[in-house]
């Protein structure tokens, strides 16, 4: 997932609750440079997915 350095920082700085309010974000991908290597597991004891944000690339 593509993310500008604006997102990229409320990220770092823990101000999205949820993974869903990371995908729903207003930015524009194209003009990114941050990329957000992730992965979606299922919980099965509450049934559900996790979301676990393996790796932030940035390239400059």
Same mark, same amino acid.
């Given at each position: 997932? #593509?993310?500008?350095?604006?997102?990229? $920082?409320?990220?770092?700085?823990?101000?999205?609750?949820?993974?869903?309010?990371?995908?729903?974000?207003?930015?524009?991908?194209? #003009?990114? #440079?941050?990329?957000?290597?992730?992965?979606?597991?299922? #919980?099965? $004891?509450?049934?559900?997915?996790?979301?676990?944000?393996?790796?932030?690339?940035? $390239?400059?």
């Amino acid at each position: 997932m #593509n993310i500008p350095k604006e997102t990229a $920082n409320k990220l770092i700085k823990g101000e999205f609750e949820t993974f869903e309010e990371l995908e729903n974000a207003d930015f524009n991908p194209i #003009n990114s #440079n941050i990329e957000i290597l992730f992965r979606e597991i299922e #919980n099965t $004891n509450r049934e559900e997915f996790v979301y676990v944000i393996e790796t932030i690339f940035i $390239n400059e």
